[in-house]
């Protein structure tokens, strides 16, 4: 019995490896994202530059103004969706895998992906994917069109709702010290 337990053993640990898919997958949806928001940034600097030409309307130069913030912001929603790919694959690595020693042996490295434990996965993912949603919702508010007074009480009820959010995460982030200094994984090290 103890050699079938040790080779079962054996294989259900090193199971874990089949992580590495999500992980390779995650960072290259990331990088094709990053991409394709790098291309986007070209593609709104190019048009950006007709902003100056004097033969525009009022009337075409305040479209092009509108049409430029519009894909910015669009730009900044794909980099924050490649970071959450990003701090994702790397915090699947480092809970299933293995720690990265560059990140926690340099001082220069960013404390961002260290990622400790579950908890603190969720956490990190939770505040960019809310970063991404009030991105979402300036998107959306610079194309609203504001009909009614009851489209004004909207929007700022949905601003309000995100500045609750915002406080109730920056409140958290003191709640529970002990994600960022204990990691579990430092007990039989060394």
Known sequence: ?????????????NSRFMILTAVIGSLLAGVAIFY?????????????????DS???????????????????????????AT?????SLGLYELFISDIDQAHG???SSKILVI???DDLKSRLAKVILMIMIVTLFEEALNM?????????????????????????????????????????DKGAH
Not at 1 to 13: H, S
Not at 36 to 51: L, P
């Open 145 to 185: 069109n504001l009909e009614t007074p009851l489209d004004l009480v909207y929007l700022g009820a949905s601003i309000a709702l995100i500045a609750v959010a915002l406080y109730f995460t920056h409140a958290s982030d003191g709640a529970h010290p002990e994600s960022v200094t204990h990691n579990p994984r």
């Open 1 to 13: 019995m103890g050699l079938l337990e040790k080779l079962f053993e054996g294989a259900l640990w």
């Open 55 to 81: 033969s525009l309307t009022a009337e075409a130069r305040k479209a092009l103004h509108d049409s430029t913030v519009s894909h910015i912001v669009e730009v900044v929603d794909g980099y924050l969706l």
């Open 84 to 88: 959450v790919m990003l701090i994702f």
């Open 36 to 52: 394709m928001a790098t291309v986007d940034v070209v593609e709104v600097f190019k048009h950006a530059m007709h902003y100056a």
């Open 116 to 118: 400790n434990n579950l």
């Open 106 to 108: 340099s001082r220069s």
